[in-house]
C-alpha cells in the first residue's frame, strides 16, 4: 500500500513508512517548508485545510551585550527560532522571558535574578542549542550582613572634622 501513496509537505515529497486502509505514517523530509500536506492514494487526492508547521533546530549565531545583571536585556542572533511562546531562553539556572515578536533570525531575552556566568541555552519546538561563548552575570551588590540604613559600625565620634583622639 505504501508504494501506491504519495504524501507532500508543501512541495516536497515525504517518503511513506506504513500505510493501512486508514493510516499513513510518512517521514517530513529534509528541505520541507510550512504549507498544506497534500495526500495521493489511488482514491484520490486530499489537502490539509490549515498548515503544517516544520520546525528546524535553532542555530546560535552570537549575542550581546556579552555580560549584564538581572532585568537587562540581551540580543541573540540566529536561525530557526519560533515563536514566544515555543522559545525558552536560559542563563544557567534561570529561564528568561522572551520579548515580543522574535524573528526567525534574533529575538530578545530579559536576564533573569536567577541567571549565572556561561553560555545561554536556547530551546524551541525543533530542539535546542547553546552559545558558543559565555554570558558573564553581574549579580547585584550584597551589603554587609546585619547593616541597616543610616547605621554606621564603630564607636568612634566625629564633630567639625575633628578625628576621634
Known amino acids: 500500500m505504501a508504494a501506491q501513496d504519495t504524501v507532500w509537505f508543501n512541495a516536497t515529497r515525504a517518503v511513506v513508512v506504513q500505510a493501512s486502509a486508514t493510516t499513513l505514517q510518512v517521514t517530513v523530509p529534509a528541505g520541507a517548508t510550512t504549507g498544506k500536506i497534500r495526500i495521493q492514494t489511488l482514491g484520490g487526492q486530499v489537502e ?3 498548515d503544517y508547521t516544520v520546525w528546524y533546530p535553532p542555530t546560535f549565531l552570537g549575542f550581546s551585550p556579552a555580560k549584564g545583571k538581572a532585568g537587562d536585556v540581551v540580543n541573540i542572533t540566529g536561525n530557526n527560532f519560533a515563536p514566544a511562546p515555543r522559545t525558552a531562553v536560559t542563563f544557567g539556572a534561570g529561564v528568561a522571558p522572551v520579548l515580543p515578536n522574535p524573528s526567525a533570525t534574533s529575538l530578545q531575552g530579559r536576564v533573569p535574578a536567577a541567571a549565572q556566568t556561561g553560555p545561554i541555552r536556547l530551546q524551541t519546538s525543533g530542539g535546542s542549542t547553546v552559545s558558543a561563548g559565555s554570558f558573564t552575570f ?5 551589603h554587609g550582613v546585619g547593616a541597616r ?7 568612634g565620634k566625629t564633630s567639625r572634622g575633628e578625628l576621634p583622639g
Request: aromatic residues 0%; proline residues 13%; without cysteine.
Open 48 to 50: 490539509s485545510t490549515q
Open 138 to 142: 553581574l549579580p547585584a551588590p550584597h
Open 149 to 155: 540604613a543610616g547605621q554606621h559600625r564603630g564607636g
